[in-house]
């Protein structure tokens, strides 16, 4: 006999519940006798059971019925559930996001978060909720957002320059990444930055011309205050009749481009070097390859260079790897075969005989083969000065006083081994407009290729057809160089040549130039505000500067103006602020693109094989914040987070899509808030 079920009776204090407030009532017993309970919003009878009563509050009918009782309802529901979060508790999660994004992967926020919350009891950590979605969405659309936009807050209406170029990044998207020039008012200092990065397709003039003008708008910067860009030499990017410069050149009529001389340099000698016999690459490439992947030759190899070199102070170095895009990056491999080429003539004559490889035997026979040797003691100090030079422009500001001076010195030190010295003599401007005259060059045997070729020919027996040889391909290098110096670097030496002319040392002179000679006068200023910062410039030398600045600004035209823009006279009055605005303005013009490749090494090491899947969104986020720290020199430890971060502190983050990346790529972004994870590629 089966179990009879027993009805219950109903409870008036059920309809206090919150479960059933406002729709709960008892039945009416002449209309049903069966069950005791009555949803007024559904009109249907249910049984005084709480299991049921609750069942039934939870149906989409019954939840769909309530809301279109009452709308609010709903929205008044989920805002008794809000939890409110203290700003201590902000700081703490914006700290640990800003950590994570500087230092290491979202996804160990996870194990991170629990750590802290055990070894923090009776503490605030001990209330910490951080995992890697909420920390994406902090670094995505709270911390990166309030950077940007105190950075255009910070440039204002004030003119700039932008630096720009292009790469791929492991998962093969294309990025065009932009960095900033510009006066900052706030620190009384011109200040490079990164701007952001646009992923890209079709990388056309117009393509990236839609995207920058598109991207600007976005961010509420003027390109009509755009004067100036750099570039690594790219036609697309700058080249003379179509290109991205004559198109921003539409929107901006006074826009100054700038090519990268670190770009320039290298692009001259790799031409150049192909007077060269191809045994000179093979060497260097094939030296490291032989070392490089195993361990028991490198053992042999160091045992065999310490028997050598017993009692001496010689230093063992490491052999480098040469770079397929960076001719300029071979200069330390030349250096550390010159330095190595006893020991390794002596360690691959052995090996020729135990390994018994064709690579072996090929090395071996260039490492005995004397003109190989000469061709790399001509070459290692022109390495080393085009070197020199390069790694002086790869700085974010470049001494404008000294940059003109370190091409010129380049130029004459070249011109010196081959021109002859009555030419030499007249000065850089006679000897670069005469390059591609040939009866002002020597004869390839009377040329000088320096020291340690001279002292090298001596004590080497070489027929004189070879010596012949090498002194005619070491003569067409040098020659080589000149004209491709001098082809690749008109527009930047005539550049460096003007701004040399703002240099503190030049315009604190009792003789410095008419103010008519500065350069960009015409184009920066207005005929109405000559007069004025004309009159400014020549009372510039009535003033004992050595009384308010120190050496070091009294050097640097990069620290000197700035110092001029805020100088008052006794009337409290800022005496040189138009003059200085003026000169500042021709100061936010790039010097090179170096900054751009910092910032796409710097990707590289964020978004690697293991972490391919970070979208241009985070991966923005990421270089944005760790960009900042780099260029203000501080680090996430010295952290504060400002007021607006807290305001967008929120429960909308988790609903924000970054709308730059959005209008520009007019895609579809991905809803998941965490692209960190592990794909194999």
């Not at 061709?375 to 700085?395: A, R």
Request: glycine content about 4%; some cysteine.
């Amino acid at each position: 006999m089966g179990k009879i079920e027993k009805l219950r009776k109903y409870r008036k204090s059920w309809e206090n519940e919150l479960w059933a407030k406002g729709w709960l009532a008892p039945d009416d017993s002449t209309a049903n006798t069966v069950a005791e309970a009555y949803c007024k919003v559904c009109r249907s009878f249910l049984r005084a059971h709480v299991t049921d009563l609750k069942r039934h509050a939870k149906t989409k009918i019954h939840s769909d019925n309530m809301v279109q009782l009452n709308p609010m309802k709903k929205d008044q529901s989920v805002l008794s559930n809000i939890v409110k979060i203290s700003n201590e508790q902000k700081i703490i999660d914006l700290k640990l996001a800003v950590y994570v994004s500087t230092h290491t992967s979202i996804m160990s926020v996870d194990h991170l978060g629990e750590i802290l919350k055990v070894l923090g009891k009776g503490t605030a950590l001990a209330n910490l909720k951080l995992h890697r979605t909420k920390c994406s969405s902090l670094i995505q659309n709270v911390i990166a957002p309030t950077l940007l936009e105190e950075l255009v807050q910070d440039i204002g209406t004030n003119y700039y320059s932008l630096i720009i170029d292009e790469s791929t990044d492991v998962s093969v998207f294309k990025y065009l990444c932009l960095c900033i020039k510009y006066f900052s008012s706030k620190t009384e200092s011109i200040i490079i930055k990164y701007l952001g990065i646009i992923e890209v397709v079709n990388c056309s003039a117009d393509s990236l011309y839609d995207c920058i003008c598109n991207y600007m708008q976005v961010i509420g910067l003027n390109l009509s205050k755009l004067i100036g860009i750099g570039t690594d030499g790219a036609n697309n990017l700058c080249g003379k009749y179509h290109s991205l410069f004559t198109n921003l050149k539409q929107k901006s009529p006074n826009l100054q481009i700038v090519r990268c001389i670190c770009h320039s340099l290298n692009n001259a000698v790799s031409k150049a070097s192909e007077s060269f016999p191809s045994t000179i690459d093979y060497l260097c490439r094939e030296v490291y390859n032989w070392f490089h992947i195993s361990p028991k030759r490198r053992d042999e190899y160091k045992q065999m260079f310490d028997l050598l070199n017993s009692g001496l102070n010689k230093k063992f170095h490491n052999f480098h790897q040469i770079s397929g895009t960076r001719w300029l990056a071979r200069s330390f491999v030349v250096n550390t075969i010159l330095e190595h080429w006893l020991e390794l003539k002596t360690h691959f004559s052995l090996m020729v005989k135990k390994e018994k490889c064709y690579a072996s035997r090929i090395i071996h026979e260039m490492l005995h083969d004397d003109t190989n040797y000469l061709y790399l003691i001509i070459i290692k100090p022109i390495l080393q000065e085009l070197n020199s030079l390069n790694l002086t422009f790869q700085k974010n500001f470049v001494d404008l006083g000294m940059s003109y001076d370190d091409i010129c010195c380049l130029f004459i030190f070249l011109a010196k081994k081959i021109i002859k010295e009555s030419v030499v003599s007249k000065g850089f401007e006679y000897i670069y407009n005469n390059i591609n005259n040939d009866s002002v060059y020597r004869h390839s045997s009377n040329c000088d290729y320096g020291v340690g070729y001279n002292q090298s020919i001596i004590n080497i027996n070489l027929s004189q057809e070879k010596k012949s040889n090498v002194q005619t391909q070491a003569f067409n290098f040098i020659k080589q160089l000149l004209y491709e110096i001098k082809k690749r670097l008109p527009d930047n030496i005539e550049f460096f040549k003007k701004m040399k002319l703002f240099s503190p040392t030049l315009c604190l002179c009792q003789l410095h130039v008419n103010f008519i000679d500065l350069p960009f006068v015409n184009l920066f200023l207005k005929p109405s505000e000559i007069v004025l910062i004309e009159t400014q410039w020549e009372k510039l030398t009535t003033v004992t500067w050595k009384m308010y600045l120190n050496e070091k600004q009294l050097n640097d035209a990069n620290l000197f103006w700035p110092k001029v823009y805020n100088y008052k006279d006794a009337g409290g009055n800022f005496a040189f602020r138009e003059l200085s605005e003026f000169v500042l303005k021709g100061l936010s013009l790039p010097s090179s693109n170096a900054v751009v490749e910092r910032v796409f090494s710097i990707m590289n090491t964020v978004k690697t094989k293991s972490r391919n899947r970070i979208n241009a969104n985070m991966l923005d986020a990421l270089l944005r914040i760790k960009t900042t720290f780099i260029s203000t020199k501080t680090c996430c430890t010295e952290f504060v987070p400002p007021k607006s971060m807290y305001d967008k502190f929120n429960s909308e983050m988790y609903n924000k899509k970054n709308d730059v990346n959005t209008i520009i790529n007019n895609v579809e972004s991905l809803d998941n808030d965490f692209n960190d994870e592990l794909i194999l590629i």
